[in-house]
């Protein structure tokens, strides 16, 4: 079982349809939780920090579940900019190793 | 204010040879990791190194090294370079040591291909 797993998609959506992603991590002293988007061929960048008590920025909502050991990312109203790979990102094992997801592809249609 | 800079953009080697890839944190972050990132794949975690020391190794092989210098810049070594090596190699740097919740920021990385 891989440490950190998502769906690879991709995920084809209309242009202002709302669509969810998630990720599931096996680490469970797992600290930290984060999204990265990646356009291709560039680097990782930041979306947003994920929290126990979820955390929403404008159109995105994320959300962290220790319990059964989750992690979500909602996109709302979906622009044709949004499509990109979206990285889900654990803090490992004695919190220095980070691990990534192999990302979720995400096209959005005109 | 700058951002993370790694050198060079692109490298081509021949299998055997070996690599030395550089980068400078933004300002003020005193953490630096690199990753390994094929086509298709996430990033996989290589080192991470706070305050010059070394504070975590992901599943590489010993031909892969790295240190920290005084002005938290690193770099980056392989040797024996063999053709699985090609790939993005991305560093990455934080205010903090990755526990303390500081998200990292990501370099374009280098481009490297072993032929």
């Known amino acids: 079982r891989k440490e950190v797993e998502q769906d690879p998609g991709p995920f084809n959506v209309p242009e202002g349809a709302t669509v969810a992603f998630n990720c599931t991590y096996s680490?469970?002293?797992?600290?930290?939780f984060f999204w990265y988007r990646q356009d291709c061929r560039k680097e990782p960048k930041l979306l947003m920090s994920?929290?126990?008590s979820g955390n929403e920025d404008g159109r995105f909502t994320a959300q962290l579940n220790r319990a059964s050991q989750y992690i979500s990312l909602l996109i709302r109203d979906s622009k044709l900019s949004d499509s990109a790979t979206y990285l889900c990102?654990?803090?490992?094992?004695?919190?220095?190793?980070?691990?990534f997801g192999a990302g979720t592809r995400l096209f959005v249609k005109a | 204010d700058a951002g993370v800079t790694q050198s060079p953009t692109h490298l081509i080697k021949t299998r055997g040879q070996h690599v030395t890839l550089r980068c400078s944190p933004i300002?003020?972050?005193?953490?630096v990791s690199w990753y390994q990132q094929v086509l298709g794949q996430g990033p996989q975690f290589i080192f991470q190194?706070?305050?010059?020391?070394?504070?975590g190794r992901g599943n590489f092989p010993d031909r892969f090294s790295a240190r920290q210098f005084p002005n938290y810049s690193s770099e980056l070594n392989v040797n024996a370079l063999l053709l699985g090596d090609s790939a993005l190699y991305l560093c990455?740097?934080?205010?903090?040591?990755?526990?303390?919740?500081?998200?990292?920021?990501f370099g374009d990385g280098t481009r490297l291909s072993i032929l």
């Open positions: 990455a740097s934080s205010l903090g040591q990755i526990y303390s919740n500081q998200p990292q920021h």
């Open positions: 680490n469970s002293a797992s600290q930290s």
């Open positions: 994920v929290y126990s």
């Open positions: 990102v654990v803090s490992g094992e004695g919190g220095f190793k980070t691990i």
């Open positions: 300002s003020g972050h005193k953490s």
């Open positions: 190194y706070y305050e010059k020391e070394e504070r």
